[in-house]
């Protein structure tokens, strides 16, 4: 069959972009944590306008197709599984076409978020969406898991920023809701349904984006903390007040000790303190003096440091962003990315510690929207008991098992901690109405159904 | 059956709550503007925790059911068709719970939008979506019909508004969505695709709601311009330069004349003039500043005048919100709710004229968003022609023939001007595998099948 396949989709795709060498294939067989690995039966490297075709190929040989952005993903979503078919999408990278009087990008599915920022350089426009996997994630992965980052308190995840998208469904035919039309308000909303669905639905070919207006200067500021409580107060003192604050993110020592040694870097300051607190500021005004007001009301930090120039800032950035790098140098850790309401983030992150002993967590995260990154290192990758802990804990706080991640393959055994009977019932009607032989990524996002 | 539907449905929500009088039901048969009418076999007014028994009887009885809200709807979606059950949704109206420090609101189903409003007043935030139905529409319709209104273009719909929601589905089971966690990324977005369903998909039964920052200052000024290009001109000036802008509405002479009539109110001011523009901002700051700088690089107005305190801004906004009133007073217009891309705004407001002539259009709406309510006054109710000649029209300038109102009874037949078939058929196949009976809203959204 896998022959056969492989001489249908050369027809399609041309042979060249039709990899079946073992060692070829390899580096889209596993992520960049270590933890996923899969086996795919080919990978192909369709043009936009013969992916339809693909889809159709594989369908027709009984195939599952596993849709391959810039393969950053964290919950092994866009790792194939027992020989499926991987779709790289990287030959969908069109330059970016910027619509300057609709303040809109489109976008194919294959351009990475460094891409989209260049583009976007010298326009009034920028894209709310950022993270620190930039240079490799493509914006139809990022669609696809409705990634986040940084500033989803202001402006929403991926899914708050497309206004429009192509899809191709499981039996090849084609999705266009692209006119970019803010108010069209005709049937369910089909976008907004793929985004976030990991490629169980449809492979999203293009995007239409809403941008947001540049703002001509920016502020970013590390401050030191007492404990976690105050970081929340501080979040809570400055959301409404300082409209300029766009991110507000949370590390601790330990985080900043681990970037610090991997990247050979000099923290800001030296001074005993119970977390960090990471200030990004966007203004029309240069966003010092609104902060400083803002942080009149909030708890004095133990220690801080600003930066208004892009190295400066750059700088500051480094020891939040780089913490993903260096964990992923220091072992093999179980990462989990969920949400706990913000009144109850303190509590959880003394208790997610307790309960992972004599392992070691090293917890940061978007303190904005309450979205912790825990990630435990020591117990062995096929440990699921610590899953289970750190996750049922996060329910029990009325949290959530998967903030901005998704679900891929590392947390589908735990839906039913996050969604009710019906709830994963009628998404699994969804996915039967939609993909009825399950050849769209067979093995991720929803539960495995116990017969 | 419809007597024994009567006696099951009077055991779950009462018999007090069960109507079957003709002339007590008649309210909820007809819509405001008169153009929708039907037959309900009985109207039943459930409590909250009363919802999922009804629809289990209506679906075990086989008897369709039409939510409704505060019947404020212009498709016709809320109207029963061949003796549907209506489930009114006016008893589902407990007092909203504000959580300001997630800056969230809770509210049942029937709430109106008036009494969100009211019960906003006195906090620091106010809820985004707003529109002159306030006084009865509710918030569970407004989300069933992804509402508009005036500020989409800066805050987005009813979709970008509703952070979760809790719905009962078409076997009486309930979709619980409703943690206020804004990173809850597992699995589809139920919540999205039931937004705008019209009733089709679910009944909604609560919602969170998304609050922003109430600004101190609001300033409302009403600009005569020489044209409609002038007015897409101004807009274009003013939307990134002066970002405290959240409203920008367009009318003309004919509507400004039908509402100083029918109100028997004196405009602002007498001038000849070709467009009205209606601007709004809030600001932490009096916006005058700001919107007058904008308003140097826009085409200078022929007349203005401008209102910063309650009475005066809404003897203003009065000039555009009473538009609706006074066209149903003057007749039965055929309504019109579309987008057209802002580069084609006044090609096509000329071309409509042309084209229904003639009869008369009445033409206002959005323009900050590009959305334009078409209002045909002269041909019968049942004259489809002058229906598909406007549409085709919007759709050859590549716009929406549905902005905000949704589809309904009113554009079903049109769904395939805005909707490939591809598009249409995945639509259709959500809606089997959500609703395998029908019993939800039939007749209504998705096109006819025609076999």
Chains 1, 2 share one sequence.
């Not at 919950?75 to 303040?103: F, H, K």
């Not at 069209?184 to 976008?191: E, F, I, M, S």
């Not at 300029?244 to 990247?263: D, I």
Request: hydrophobic share 45%; glycine share 10%; net charge negative.
């Amino acid at each position: 069959m896998t022959r056969t396949l492989a001489d249908e989709l050369a027809r399609v795709a041309g042979r060249e972009h039709v990899i079946a060498d073992p060692e070829v294939r390899a580096s889209y067989e596993r992520d960049v944590t270590g933890r996923y690995r899969g086996e795919a039966a080919l990978v192909v490297r369709p043009a936009r306008d013969q992916l339809p075709g693909v889809v159709r190929a594989c369908a027709a040989a009984g195939a599952a197709v596993v849709p391959q952005g810039g393969n950053t993903g964290l919950a092994g979503g866009q790792i194939p599984l027992g020989g499926a078919v991987v779709l790289r999408l990287d030959r969908l990278d069109a330059e970016p076409r910027i619509d300057r009087a609709a303040a809109q990008a489109r976008v194919e599915a294959g351009v990475t978020l460094a891409d989209l920022q260049r583009a976007l350089a010298g326009t009034p426009y920028e894209f709310a969406v950022d993270h620190g996997a930039r240079s490799a994630a493509t914006l139809g992965g990022m669609a696809a898991t409705n990634a986040g980052g940084s500033q989803v308190f202001r402006h929403g995840a991926m899914r708050a920023q497309v206004i429009g998208l192509e899809a191709v469904l499981a039996d090849g035919s084609v999705v266009t809701r692209t006119s970019g039309l803010i108010k069209d308000n005709v049937g369910y909303d089909l976008p907004g349904l793929l985004v976030g669905s990991e490629g169980t639905l449809g492979v999203i070919t293009e995007l239409v984006l809403r941008l947001i207006p540049r703002r001509a200067h920016r502020l970013t500021g590390l401050l030191g903390v007492a404990s976690t409580e105050q970081a929340v107060e501080l979040l809570a003192a400055l959301r409404d007040r300082v409209p300029s604050l766009v991110a507000c993110e949370l590390f601790f020592p330990e985080g900043m000790e681990l970037v610090s040694a991997h990247r050979q870097v000099e923290p800001p300051f030296r001074i005993e303190t119970g977390a960090y607190v990471l200030l990004e500021c966007a203004g029309d005004e240069p966003p010092l003096d609104e902060l400083a007001a803002g942080l009149e009301h909030a708890p004095r930090p133990t220690a801080e440091a600003f930066a208004d120039d892009t190295a400066g800032r750059e700088r500051l950035w480094l020891f939040r962003e780089a913490h993903n790098e260096a964990l992923n140098a220091a072992g093999v850790p179980h990462k989990f990315d969920v949400t706990v309401p913000l009144d109850r983030i303190a509590r959880f992150e003394r208790e997610v510690r307790r309960a992972v002993e004599p392992s070691r967590a090293v917890v940061y995260g978007h303190l904005g929207d309450g979205n912790l990154h825990v990630n435990v290192l020591g117990p062995p990758p096929e440990d699921t008991e610590i899953d289970a802990l750190v996750l049922e804990l996060v329910a029990s706080h009325g949290g959530s098992i998967s903030a901005e991640h998704g679900i891929g393959q590392s947390r589908r055994a735990f839906v039913p901690l996050g969604r009710s009977p019906a709830d994963i019932a009628a998404m699994r009607a969804i996915k039967h109405a939609l993909d009825p032989n399950g050849i769209l990524n067979p093995g991720k996002l929803l539960p495995a159904l116990v017969v």
